[in-house]
């Protein structure tokens, strides 16, 4: 009788393993990350904060020996007062921090060599969509920053406060 309760016991936990991927639960947690286009170019962002001073920040963390850093600077006072926030200059009288960002900068290098890299600012239009389920973000921005339109999605945490 214990030779038949080890061999289920053995059979169930193999049975279990087999499982594919995305099967063992119903809620499947999307993958961790992101990227943005400019000028008809990807860049990654697998990693994305928010603080008071700096706004939402999706940037890529630097690998070496190149040490590229390509990130986006979305000026947005929080990730929670709207789902959709529009560009408007701060200094508008119509400026309201729960449903507008005040400005972008994008840091991005083409030619991949460190160094030869761009720093653009300068925003004239632009959305910005924020929908969370937990800690889990997504976002998804279009927004023209001097005269170069870009757009980009990302999905997982936020590190630092967001409100």
Known sequence: ?????????????????CRKDGQAGRDEVKPTGGEFTIEGKSYLSDYTYWTGTDGLVLTNVPQAPEYIENAVQIFVDSL?????YTYMDRNNTGYDKRKNFSNAIVKYTPSG???NGYEITGVTAGTMNVSNNGETFTIDFDITVAGRHMQGTYVGKVAGKRF
């Open 80 to 84: 929670y007062f709207s789902r959709t």
């Open 1 to 17: 009788m214990k030779k038949l309760a080890l061999f289920l016991l053995a059979a169930s936990i193999f049975a279990g393993a």
């Open 113 to 115: 060599i460190y160094g």
